[in-house]
T-cell receptor, first 115, second 110 residues
Framework: EADIYQTPRYLVIGTGKKITLECSQTMGHDKMYWYQQDPGMELHLIHYSYGVNSTEKGDLSSESTVSRIRTEHFPLTLESARPSHTSQYLC??????????????FGPGTRLTVL | QKEVEQNSGPLSVPEGAIASLNCTYSDRVSQSFFWYRQYSGKSPELIMS????GDKEDGRFTAQLNKASQYVSLLIRDSQPSDSATYLCAVNTGFQKLVFGTGTRLLVSP
């Protein structure tokens, strides 16, 4: 099982601010993912990475950006937050050596509210 | 048609009963299948994975896969109030990404 950490857990911020949501994992997993989930709604993949210097956009268009400079770190940045960005952001990683099976483990999430 | 479909529920069962959760998927090349449990306000937790046709049992949980029918299910025996949550079905369609269903809300009454 992966140890995945997300900070902050809760964030309330004003419109127009730049924010970075942090995600770190200590297990050396190559693949990492960011999902967005509104209350009671389905998970939407917004970004993923296969490894260092690899980033891809997911299935849901997002104004956020990501970087992967270190294996263990996969931060998500919003340059100018808007109320439409209010949501829960979930980070996940998958166990290496299971490319076929792709078990993903999730961090605790960041609940973002933009006023 | 959605890639992964689940009945949103709620599915209500009494304590001690068997809860049966179902999921269908559209892509025939899908290779692996997962069930996640998500409590309200929390992140999804992986509870079962299945890759081959048939049944896979883990404690009170049994996952069933029928690739010919493109159908995967989760049975929870001896359901407990603590099992009340939303259960997400996820499918690996071969692009190193998971596609999630919308989830089925399960309510277990004491």
């Amino acid at each position: 099982e992966a140890d995945i950490y997300q900070t902050p857990r809760y964030l309330v911020i004003g419109t127009g601010k730049k924010i970075t949501l942090e995600c770190s994992q200590t297990m050396g997993h190559d693949k990492m993912y960011w999902y967005q989930q509104d209350p009671g709604m389905e998970l939407h993949l917004i970004h993923y990475s296969y490894g260092v210097n690899s980033t891809e956009k997911g299935d849901l268009s997002s104004e956020s950006t990501v970087s992967r400079i270190r294996t263990e770190h996969f931060p998500l940045t919003l340059e100018s937050a808007r109320p439409s960005h209010t949501s829960q952001y979930l980070c996940a990683s998958s166990v290496p050596g299971t490319e076929l099976f792709l078990e993903q483990f999730f961090g605790p999430g960041t609940r973002l509210t933009v006023l | 048609q959605k890639e992964v479909e689940q009945n949103s529920g709620p599915l209500s069962v009494p304590e001690g009963a068997i809860a049966s959760l179902n999921c269908t998927y559209s892509d025939r090349v899908s290779q692996s299948f997962f069930w996640y449990r998500q409590y309200s306000g929390k992140s999804p937790e992986l509870i079962m994975s299945i890759y081959s046709n048939g049944d896979k049992e883990d404690g009170r949980f049994t996952a069933q896969l029928n690739k010919a029918s493109q159908y995967v299910s989760l049975l929870i025996r001896d359901s407990q109030p603590s099992d009340s949550a939303t259960y997400l079905c996820a499918v690996n369609t071969g692009f190193q990404k998971l596609v999630f269903g919308t989830g089925t809300r399960l309510l277990v009454s004491p």
